[in-house]
């Protein structure tokens, strides 16, 4: 009989089967040029740097050189796992470490710049998360976003309110299609700086996840938390 200490925790995020799914579909939509997307996203940052649901990894290789230290958290666990590989061959060091943005296991004002790619469409509770993120930044620091959310268009922002209700979620590792990040972003007392709105992939049918955002928001310098 097994004892009750030797049961393993339940990791924040269990999705296999999306995990594995992910890891492949990631790598070639890289290919197919969302990777200039994750370049443009890290570029000029320096310090330390947290990365929130960080994957695979696929970001950690395009840390500029000025970066001193990434922790990178990731919650599931063969998401995990390929990022540790992934942060052998980052040029700048990154921790994988498990964790979920809701509760960020690490000390406030400790960050200068936290990274969110395609992450903020997954987690669970976005204001706790987005309140998380600027507790852990010091003031002036810089939230550095890549996010799909909601369609500026009527017949596919019904499409995708459709598919958060129904299978999308399920499917894609609690993914949500019509989120409104930048919405969420201010309401969470964030500056917004420079952003663009762009569609991935860029040729071909829209999706519902096509709807994209890249940008910088600001922990302000009078932040009264
Ligand atoms: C679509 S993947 C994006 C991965 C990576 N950021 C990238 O750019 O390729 C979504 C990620 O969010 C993670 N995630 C889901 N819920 C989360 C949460 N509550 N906190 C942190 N990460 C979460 C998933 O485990 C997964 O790694």
Same mark, same amino acid.
């Given at each position: 009989? *097994?004892? =009750?200490?030797?049961?393993?925790?339940?990791? %924040?995020?269990?999705?296999?089967?999306?995990?594995?799914?992910?890891?492949?579909?990631?790598?070639?939509?890289?290919?197919?040029?969302?990777? %200039?997307? *994750?370049?443009?996203?890290?570029?000029?940052?320096?310090?330390?740097?947290?990365?929130?649901?960080?994957?695979?990894?696929?970001?950690?290789?395009?840390? /500029?050189?000025?970066?001193?230290?990434?922790?990178? !958290?990731?919650?599931? *666990?063969?998401?995990? $796992?390929?990022?540790?590989?992934?942060?052998? #061959?980052?040029?700048?060091?990154?921790?994988?470490?498990? +964790?979920?943005?809701?509760?960020?296991?690490?000390?406030?004002? %400790?960050?200068?710049?936290?990274?969110?790619?395609?992450?903020?469409?997954?987690?669970?509770?976005?204001?706790?998360?987005?309140?998380?993120?600027? &507790?852990?930044? &010091?003031?002036?620091?810089?939230?550095?976003?890549?996010?799909?959310?909601? %369609?500026?268009?009527?017949?596919?922002?019904?499409? $995708?309110?459709? !598919?958060?209700?129904?299978?999308?979620?399920?499917?894609?590792?609690? =993914?949500?299609?019509?989120?409104?990040?930048?919405?969420?972003?201010?309401?969470? +007392?964030?500056?917004?700086?420079?952003?663009? &709105?762009? =569609?991935?992939?860029?040729?071909?049918?829209?999706? /519902?996840?096509?709807?994209?955002?890249?940008?910088?928001?600001?922990?302000? #310098?009078?932040?009264? *938390?």
């Amino acid at each position: 009989m *097994r004892s =009750c200490s030797s049961k393993v925790p339940r990791d %924040a995020v269990h999705h296999p089967l999306f995990a594995r799914f992910y890891a492949r579909f990631s790598v070639a939509a890289d290919v197919r040029g969302v990777v %200039a997307h *994750r370049r443009e996203l890290l570029d000029g940052l320096s310090g330390r740097v947290i990365e929130i649901g960080a994957g695979n990894g696929l970001n950690f290789t395009h840390y /500029p050189a000025a970066v001193s230290e990434v922790v990178a !958290l990731e919650p599931e *666990r063969t998401l995990r $796992q390929l990022a540790f590989t992934a942060a052998r #061959h980052a040029e700048v060091p990154v921790d994988v470490v498990p +964790g979920a943005a809701e509760a960020l296991p690490v000390k406030s004002e %400790a960050f200068d710049a936290a990274v969110a790619s395609l992450v903020l469409c997954s987690v669970r509770d976005v204001p706790r998360a987005l309140s998380e993120i600027k &507790r852990v930044l &010091r003031p002036g620091g810089e939230l550095r976003f890549f996010e799909h959310g909601a %369609a500026p268009g009527r017949p596919m922002a019904t499409v $995708q309110r459709a !598919l958060d209700r129904t299978v999308w979620p399920r499917v894609f590792g609690g =993914c949500h299609t019509a989120r409104d990040t930048l919405g969420a972003i201010e309401a969470a +007392g964030f500056e917004l700086g420079t952003y663009r &709105r762009l =569609c991935v992939p860029g040729k071909g049918p829209r999706l /519902p996840t096509s709807f994209c955002v890249l940008g910088v928001a600001r922990r302000p #310098h009078e932040d009264a *938390r």
